[in-house]
């Protein structure tokens, strides 16, 4: 099954993502330490990203993405927010898709990562 690595600094966002990946059969890690993201993503192996889109420390997250796009441009990125004013950022076309991250937002979730894996992790 696929590894979805979540970047993420608010903690219910993590548990209920991590919660509903893992019922599904994904194998979940999180981190909130931007600094490490590349190591994390060199160690864990992920198939997919979700990036929180504001990070706590001042770290833009667009700079973030770019890291991970350059590092490795097939890795699926998914921004997620809790602001849906900034998805016609022109900095959002980076990403692989959005969601509008709420406590109903699970469904939605599971879908886009579905339609996002290559077939091989599925």
């Not at 608010?10 to 994904?26: F, I, M, P």
């Not at 997620?80 to 980076?94: E, G, I, K, N």
């Not at 969601?99 to 979730?109: Q, R």
Request: aromatic share 6%; with cysteine; hydrophobic share 40%.
């Amino acid at each position: 099954m696929a590894n979805v690595l979540i970047i993420d600094d608010q903690a219910w966002v993590k548990d209920l993502c991590r919660e509903s990946l893992a019922g599904e059969g994904y194998n979940v890690s999180t981190t909130d330490d931007v600094e490490s993201v590349m190591k994390n993503i060199l160690s864990f192996n992920p198939h997919i990203v979700l990036l929180n889109q504001y990070l706590k420390h001042g770290f833009l997250v667009w700079d973030v993405l770019k890291g991970i796009k350059m590092r490795n441009p097939n890795l699926p990125v998914l921004i997620v927010t809790a602001h849906d004013t900034h998805l016609f950022s022109p900095h959002l076309s980076q990403a692989d898709g959005y969601l509008v991250k709420s406590h109903t937002a699970a469904d939605e979730l599971k879908e886009k990562i579905s339609n996002l894996l290559p077939e091989s992790c599925i």
